[in-house]
C-alpha cells in the first residue's frame, strides 16, 4: 500500500490581465537588459572608477558581464537593473537606466527597444 495523498489537484487560477501584461513587460525588459548587459562597450564609468585606471575598469566589466545573484533588495522590480560587487576592497554599483531614443527623458517603455536607449554606469559605492 502507498502513503500517496489522492487529494485532487488544485486548479490555479489564472492571472489577471493587467497582471499578466505587467509580467511580461518585466520579463521582456529583463531580457533586454541582460543582453545589453552582456557588452561591455555599453558600459560608461564614473569618475571614480575611471581614476583606478584601465585594468581595474577591465576586471569591473567583467564582474558586471558575469553578475547573476539577484535578490530582492537590489531588484525588487525584477528588471535586472542594477547590481553590486566588491573590488579590490572598493564597494562598486553598476546601474542600467533606460531612456527615450534621444536620451532626453525615461522612456514611456523599457520594453520596446525601438522607443528606448540604455545607458549602463559603473560607479564606486560612494559616488552613487
Known amino acids: 500500500m502507498s502513503d500517496i495523498n489522492h487529494e485532487p489537484a488544485r486548479q ?13 513587460q518585466v520579463l521582456a525588459i529583463r531580457a ?5 548587459r552582456s557588452d561591455p562597450s555599453n558600459y560608461v564609468v564614473t569618475a571614480g572608477v575611471a581614476g583606478r585606471g584601465a585594468e581595474f575598469m577591465a576586471r569591473a ?9 539577484f535578490t530582492e533588495a537590489d531588484d525588487p522590480f525584477g528588471e535586472h537593473d542594477f547590481g553590486g560587487f566588491e573590488l ?3 564597494r562598486l ?11 532626453q527623458f525615461g522612456s514611456e517603455d523599457p520594453a520596446d ?4 536607449r540604455r545607458v549602463l554606469t559603473i560607479m564606486l559605492a560612494a559616488e552613487y
Do not use: M
Open 88 to 90: 579590490d576592497g572598493e
Open 32 to 36: 533586454l537588459n541582460d543582453a545589453f
Open 61 to 69: 566589466a567583467q564582474l558586471v558581464r558575469e553578475h547573476c545573484t
Open 12 to 24: 490555479i487560477e489564472p492571472l489577471p490581465e493587467t497582471q499578466s501584461a505587467q509580467c511580461a
Open 113 to 116: 527597444p525601438a522607443r528606448t
Open 93 to 103: 554599483f553598476w546601474k542600467i537606466d533606460c531612456y527615450d531614443r534621444d536620451l
